[in-house]
């Protein structure tokens, strides 16, 4: 494997193939830096003085009218793009690029007052109103001709401007769970269509049979109410399937609007990384996904006494993780610059985190970070949240100066920068994939069974140990290749069909290493129970049989015992009866079915399948049959502390210290430091050249 890889990249080189040149970045400056910026906020005087620090900074790009539809329509049909303009040519004159947004999360009042239709009603009767953003519907006819009509008019004007480099569509963009007249129609709609007009197919799917739910036709049916105990969790299923499609059909019209005008610019948007609501990735006509990302607002998920200071080691690694696999570019539109106003504690991030977190988003392969934002409002909601120029609009906050350091430190490895993927070999030979699909958690998390069971939380025991090898990971879904991965492991991998277990068996049998998880293909798509015991569906490629799950209590877990090892467990265990060809690895003690394993695995074809029927406490057990896993497959992994992770991009290695203690990480043989010494402190940064 090692020896594919050396040759691999040996013959891009040879070949002249230095950079790996993508549809729109250019692989030699790495990233990109950028700011958000509100002409609209500022007396026009000051615009120019403004645009000129963000140069003298460093920042190539600034962003554009993300809040602006009062400004750019002030009455409806009356368009207004010379203050805009003005903004551009200004922004221009300095070097700065711009990224143009679409307005559609701030509807002006003229159009909440004229078409109410269009504020979004909540599930217990609140209609939302004008006064804060993203109170209209997704779901409503008129409002979305209206943000057409709007979106239609900027792109005509902007979209062959080569000072604009790209689109943001809407802001953070959620899904919606809107309880209007129109939502409700389009609901039901939805639904002809899925179950081909035909009201007896769709009450199969939801079992309706079952307390007396059937319909008879489908005017009858109404949006789910969630709030109400025991309500039909397929339906509920359907429902929320509904609201990521409106939410995805919004974003992707509004993309082919721009696309009739544009030239050479992107299109993304910048979702919130609420990576179970559904929605992620599908807009197919985004040129590429990008997020938002915050990290210290009180909730205290860091390491040590003052770790809320820094922020959860993980939380921009695991975004990068799953937002660059979904089109092979990402951005981070978003990146806290300092304290933020909106947390329910808001203290000061760590002298050296904002770096840190730049460095971070770098890692994971970004090709453009921007932060919101460039100066510190005045009025409005956000008035405490920091910028890079404080309130004064000149004087720039200790973010502002870590942002400067790192552009500069960027620009300096530009000279130096190789191609994207050229990385070690050992490095490649670990890289895996986490199989993921957010209906698995919508329908887990609706039927728990256990009150302590946490769907993400399960997943996040695997992908802590992964990162904590060194290794590279893609969260994926299933539209993707999985013969590019040594490893995938799907964990809760509850509803599952024939299609994709032959997927899974193919794979394996090919020499992929497959890992899966309790709880896995126990359902079908429509989230109902097979007529067939549990876990039949994957008896011919696990060689497991299941004879029952149990649920423990918290204050009294279980224990389990690997490798003379014991673990804690309650959330989720299965009793196994594996077939004569699987090892087992560990057994359960204390317990009515003592010396029952849970734990198997077995070769099939040229690969295996480890089958991990039980959830622990704490994650030490998924850590350490992973590593026994990959150590029978002779993958050399390091191990790295929680909150120190390592990368590698361009050539680069990048080493980040989220822990509360000074961490000293010893170079690989012939690399040499760049950035930072190899003694690296809480919040520090090590990047290294690797061996040419």
Known sequence: MKKQIFTLLCACLMSGMLFAQSTWFNDKDLTLTGVYYYPEH?????????????????????????????????????????????????????????VMCTSTATPPVWLS????????????????????????????????????????????????????????LD??????????????????????NKYHNTIKELNDAWGTAFWSEVYSTFD????????????????????????????????????????????????????????????????????????????????????????????????????NDFFRPVQGTYGVMELQPGQVNWGGINPQPLPGAVRLWLWSVFAGGSDFICTYRYRQPLYGTEQYHYGIANTDGTTITPGGHEFEQFIKEVKQLRIQAKARDMKPADYQARRTAILFNHENAWSIERQKQNRTWNTMAHIDKYYRTLKSFGAPVDIINESKDLSQYPVVI??????????????????????GNLVLTCRTAQKDRYGRLPEAPFGSLIYDLTGNEMEFYDLLLPEEPGKFVMDGKEYHWNTWGEILKPG????????????????????????????????????????????????KLYAKL??????????????????????????DKPYRFNLPE???????????????????ATKQ
């Open 42 to 98: 500022w007396d026009e005087s000051q615009w120019e003085r403004d645009f000129k620090q963000m140069h003298d900074l460093g920042f190539e790009f600034t962003h554009f009218a993300e809040f602006a539809w009062a400004q750019l329509e002030p009455e409806e049909g009356k368009y207004d793009f010379a203050w805009l303009d003005k903004a551009i040519a200004l922004a221009d004159k300095y070097k700065l690029k711009v």
């Open 113 to 168: 007052r004229k078409y109410p239709e269009i504020l979004i009603k909540y599930e217990d009767g609140t209609v939302l109103d004008h006064g804060a953003r993203q109170h209209a519907s997704f779901a409503s006819p008129r409002y979305r001709e209206l943000a057409y009509k709007m979106i239609e008019k900027l792109a005509q004007h902007y979209g062959n401007d080569p000072r604009i480099i790209g689109w943001q």
């Open 171 to 192: 802001n953070e963009p959620a899904v919606q769970f809107d309880y209007n007249e129109a939502a409700e129609v389009a609901f039901r709609n939805f639904l002809k």
């Open 220 to 319: 009858e049916i109404t949006l789910p109410k969630t709030a109400q105990m025991f309500m039909n969790h397929h339906q509920i299923l359907d429902y929320r399937r509904f609201a990521a499609g409106q939410t995805n059909d919004f974003l992707n019209e509004q993309c082919l609007l721009i696309k009739k005008y544009a030239r050479n610019q992107w299109i993304t948007t910048n979702y919130i990384p609420n990576y179970d609501e559904g929605h992620i990735g599908g807009s197919p006509d985004l040129d590429f996904v990008s997020y938002t990302r915050y990290m210290v607002y009180g909730d205290n998920e860091g390491i040590g006494r003052r770790g809320y200071r820094v922020g959860n080691p993980l939380r921009i690694a695991f975004a």
């Open 490 to 511: 799907a964990p809760a991998y509850q509803m599952a069909d024939k299609a994709l277990v032959d997927r899974w068996t193919e794979y394996v049998k090919n020499g």
């Open 580 to 627: 004569k060809d699987c090892q087992t690895w560990g057994k359960y003690i204390e317990e009515f079915y003592e010396g029952k394993p849970a734990i198997t695995t077995r070769k099939l074809g040229k690969g295996t399948i480890t089958y991990v029927g039980i959830d622990s406490t704490d994650g030490t057990l998924e850590r350490d049959v992973l590593k």
């Open 634 to 659: 002779n993958i050399s992994v390091m191990d790295l502390p929680y909150g120190v992770t390592m990368e590698y991009r361009n050539g680069l290695g990048i080493v980040l210290n989220y822990g």
């Open 670 to 688: 012939g690399a040499k430091a760049l950035i930072g010494t190899t003694d690296i402190p809480t919040a520090g940064v090590l990047v290294f």
